[in-house]
């Protein structure tokens, strides 16, 4: 499930590339398809949460994930794309700046921008337009692989952009990457039948209620071995 395309003069691309993280961390990573979230959904309703500043000014990764935290702390879940609802902790593990050595797949990347691609994308932003001559010009995504020459594939939040590297014409860099853990996944499947399947996964001890569950492997990581694959 895709997080949906960014609208153009928005700065909520850090929103985009969480959610684009967490679908395919808790389908692919963990390798239970009915695990799949609405992507495009939580990023509606973080986007609304964060309000109207957001779209004049870039969110942080931590302001990201507090306000994803903050959401499930007020008792509320986010919904599954085949019914159903999960709820989790998320946290930054580790940050790195520059040198991608300790790097994987999934983590996300805060890249530095083209002056002309920062205008083009920010100038019309009432209040705050960008400048080209801005030092600071970042954009989120979501690294997918590292190339033997150095460059970066990542996935994007833009129409028809989604796939891009780095560098480019766009793009100049990756500024820093941040390693995000999952941990405390519950979930409540819709169906009887997705808690069948649930049933057959070694950690379903009671597969005749339909409480919320909690799987074994929250606390996993992206590993190397792992493709993005949203």
């Known amino acids: 499930e895709d997080a949906g395309d960014e609208p153009w003069a928005c700065g909520s691309c850090a ?93 996300i990347v805060s890249v530095q921008l083209s002056p002309a691609a920062w205008v083009d994308h920010y100038g019309n932003v009432e209040g705050e337009p960008a400048r080209a001559e801005d030092t600071q010009r970042l954009h989120c995504m979501v690294l997918e692989s590292i190339n033997d020459d150095g460059t970066v594939n990542c996935y994007n939040s833009w129409q028809g952009r989604k796939h891009v590297r780095v560098p480019s014409k766009d793009f100049e860099y990756v500024d820093t990457y941040c390693v995000l853990q999952v941990s405390d996944i519950e979930f409540s499947p819709s169906t009887f039948a997705e808690l069948a399947v649930f049933a057959k996964d070694r950690a379903c001890k009671h597969p005749e209620t339909r409480q919320p569950r909690r799987h074994p492997s929250a606390d996993a990581e992206y590993g190397r071995d792992k493709t993005f694959c949203t």
């Open 15 to 107: 929103i985009f590339a969480i959610s684009n993280f967490l679908s395919n961390y808790l389908n692919s990573v963990l390798g239970m398809p009915y695990l799949n979230l609405d992507a495009a959904t939580a990023t509606t309703i973080f986007r609304e949460r964060a309000g109207p500043q957001v779209e004049v000014r870039n969110m942080s990764v931590q302001h990201c994930v507090e306000l994803v935290n903050s959401y499930f702390e007020e008792g509320k879940t986010l919904p599954l794309a085949r019914g159903g609802s999960i709820t989790f902790r998320l946290a930054i593990r580790k940050e790195g700046r520059h040198e991608l050595h300790d790097a994987q797949c999934g983590n």
